[in-house]
């Protein structure tokens, strides 16, 4: 992976001056000294290798016996799987993990139960708490369906719980009815836990490898475990440093429809961490070149208060040579290859919105696959943590998402 920054806006003078600061981040980071410290598993990918296997195994069960797993799940307990499995699955071809609990609208579980009802399916609730409204409220629906299809017994053989090891509903539930059980570990949120069973079960569900997954993780950590020659801590001041400028709002792009639920995930990664006491950038996302022809327009020439963060994949799995115009202002595109094309188009706009005022952090990578997708999962992690800690902030709670849900309470007359 590369970063490459295009812009004068901040230079690398200015860059050094936040030496100190960037020092201070990676000491809390690493000696567990910041605020949320109870929360940093996820750094050194603290897993347990015997319940990886387990996973394995209740995988490739739900593989035999299931045609869909429905993951239940909201939040950081759901983005990260489905950015993965979109990043990695074949655009058209009809994905095995379906997902529910992350919306209350009755039309999408209508059309789940319908979709699903004559199907194999079993069922994997994630979540940490146990106790949120949205899975809650799939999971009985979905547990009632399952239960009509295959009784009791057969229902307990298709429910996997991933949930906190000892407390909550969900985790009283799983004991009383024998259903089998992955834990969320107690020291990693929500959004920090893909790389654990609430990720790495769906991911493997749907025939990914999540070995190499862990692989390419495991090398970002070993790359970016030091102060120096970081590239995720220049991630994290460029930010910083942009913000301090008046860039309040970063637009994650993409040239590959199959990353925008990776855009998803780092929306919610750095919104939920950063998004507090008043302070953080405001986490938006384009999938270009579709939004190019939407949004283009105000990116290039609105108010100058964004900066953007691109993914570029330099080579796609099969390219597609573009057949001969017979039109005379289309023939500059005759037998190009459309990756070719499609990267002209991100240089273009690159330059044309650097031009525009709006600076531009590149992230390069190779190619879409299960080592980078790792690898960029821990970077966005790590840059986080890093960058909340230098703006001020505890990266790792999230008390303004209880808002919503007390006055909801309150209108639904929960006690
Ligand atoms: O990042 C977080 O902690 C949140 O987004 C949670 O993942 C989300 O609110 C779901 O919580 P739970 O897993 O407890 O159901």
Redesign the pocket.
């Known amino acids: 992976m590369e970063l490459i920054y295009e812009n004068s806006m901040i230079t690398d003078s200015e860059i050094s001056k936040y030496a100190k600061k960037v020092q201070e981040a990676h000491e809390k980071l690493t000696n567990k000294t910041g605020e949320g410290s109870d929360f940093l598993g996820w750094v050194n990918l603290e897993y347990d290798k015997e319940e990886i296997e387990r996973l394995k195994q209740a995988a490739a069960k739900i593989r035999r016996d299931s045609d869909y797993l429905v993951v239940v ?7 990260g799987a489905r950015a993965v499995i979109e990043a990695l699955s074949h655009t058209f071809r009809q994905k095995n993990v379906l997902f529910a609990g992350n919306n209350m609208s009755p039309d999408y579980i209508n059309d789940l139960v319908e979709f699903i009802k004559d199907r194999d399916f079993s069922i994997n609730v ?7 409204t ?2 809650a409220i799939a999971f009985s629906i979905l547990k009632e369906l399952l239960t009509q299809k295959y009784g009791k017994d057969g229902a307990r053989e298709r429910i996997y719980i991933t ?1 906190d090891k000892e407390k ?1 509903i969900l985790k009283r539930e799983a004991m009383d009815e024998g259903y089998e059980t992955f834990i ?1 570990p107690d020291n990693i ?5 893909v790389l654990t069973p ?1 990720g790495l079960l769906p991911i493997a569900v749907a025939g990914i490898n999540i070995d190499t997954l862990m692989l390419g993780a495991s090398q970002a950590m070993q790359k970016y475990e030091n102060l120096l020659d970081n590239e995720a801590y220049t991630y994290a001041i460029l930010r910083n440093a942009l913000l301090k400028k008046g860039r309040n709002i970063e637009i994650m792009v993409n040239y590959e429809p199959k990353l925008h639920y990776f855009t998803e995930w780092w929306k ?2 750095f919104g ?1 961490s950063e998004g507090k006491d008043g302070k953080g950038i405001f986490p938006a996302g384009v999938d270009n070149t579709t939004d190019l022809h939407s949004m283009g327009q105000y990116i290039q020439e609105g108010q100058r208060m964004m900066f953007e963060t691109v993914i570029d994949i330099a080579n796609p799995y099969r390219d597609y040579k573009i057949p001969v115009q017979s039109d005379k202002d289309l023939d500059f595109l005759s037998a190009k290859s459309l990756n070719d094309v499609n990267h002209m188009a991100m240089e273009g706009t690159i330059k044309a919105h650097v031009d525009g005022n709006v600076p531009n952090i590149r992230i390069k990578i190779d190619r879409l696959d299960e080592f980078n997708i790792g690898w960029l999962i821990y970077f966005f992690e790590r840059a986080c943590g890093i960058s909340g800690y230098m703006l001020g902030v505890n990266p790792f709670n ?1 008390p303004g ?1 209880e808002a919503y849900k007390k006055e909801m309470f309150k209108l639904l007359g929960k006690e």
């Open positions: 799940g909201i939040g950081g307990s759901y983005l994630i979540s940490k708490s146990g106790t949120t949205e899975p949930t909550g969320v949120g929500g959004r920090y836990s609430v919610q990664l939920e999230q998402v």
